[in-house]
């Protein structure tokens, strides 16, 4: 059986039913009508110990055009983008420079067969606490953006780190990324208590209710969390300066200077 690994974020989106289409610009595996995948969610993408089944699915139809072809009812079942550009910008970073608008596309519609396995013991070792350092940022607001974490025990030692680019984005919807992000992965590792702490006071006191959400575009992320919290027993946030935010500070940079030199 063939396999595709999708990023968490884009798992995520699977496991919601509002994922049914993914998209391929070189397809190596070769994928046709009728193919069984099984799909792995990439919980930590630079762990692949966190990396877990997802689900199996069955290819029901593949639709070819050319990236600059792509009209707005093939994005049914598909993550969307803020624009054409940004688009274009995705998918130089994630397979290189040589992509442009005439590089054909594999529009590959699947429904699942099965559900996915619920909470496997697979990863890290479960923490009963820990601490979640979150960062995010973009280069030009809105501009490239990118989010980090890092998950560590109570004594400081490092468990699980990772950095995500997003694209075009703002600093704000990079700092709530990251925190979403942060969030599913002390979950996947069943972490009960968390102590959370961002260089974003913004988002700290928005998370604690002290600030208002006044930004729609933000709403949608932060009811999300919201909601993800409440799958933990204790969640507490601390707004720290940026220096006490360097590892995941790192990640994000890290991300964005490599996504750089790809383009």
């Known amino acids: 059986m063939k396999t595709l690994k999708l990023e968490h974020q884009l798992a995520e989106m699977v496991r919601h039913g509002t994922k049914r289409v993914t998209w391929r610009l070189y397809d ?119 989010s980090g974490f890092v998950i560590m025990d109570m004594n400081d030692q490092v468990v699980v780190k990772n950095g995500l680019y997003l694209g075009i984005t703002t600093n704000n919807q990079a700092e709530y990324q990251a925190l979403k992000l942060g969030l599913e992965a002390a979950k996947h590792i069943h972490v009960q208590q968390l102590h959370v702490f961002m260089d974003s006071m913004l988002v700290v006191n928005q998370m604690k209710g002290i600030f208002k959400v006044k930004n729609r575009d933000l709403w949608p992320i932060h009811e999300e969390i919201k909601t993800l919290i409440t799958t ?5 946030f601390t707004h720290v300066p940026r220096e006490m935010n360097k590892i995941a500070d790192k990640e994000v940079n890290d991300v964005l200077n490599a996504a750089n030199e790809k383009q």
Not at 42 to 55: G, Q, R
């Open 28 to 146: 190596d595996k070769d994928i046709t009508v009728n193919d069984k995948l099984e799909l792995i969610d990439k919980v930590v993408a630079s762990d692949p110990s966190t990396w877990v089944h997802l689900a199996v699915a069955q290819i029901d139809m593949v639709v070819e055009k050319r990236l600059g072809e792509i009209a707005g009812s093939d994005f049914d079942g598909h993550e969307r983008f803020a624009s054409r550009e940004e688009m274009l910008k995705v998918y130089q970073a994630y397979y290189g420079p040589q992509v442009t608008y005439d590089t054909p596309v594999k529009m590959i519609h699947f429904s699942l067969l099965k559900e996915q396995q619920s909470e496997p013991e697979i990863g890290p070792a479960p923490l009963k606490e820990a601490k979640l350092y979150t960062d995010g940022g973009s280069r030009g607001n809105p501009g490239p953006s990118a």
């Open 232 to 236: 933990f027993k204790h969640v507490n």
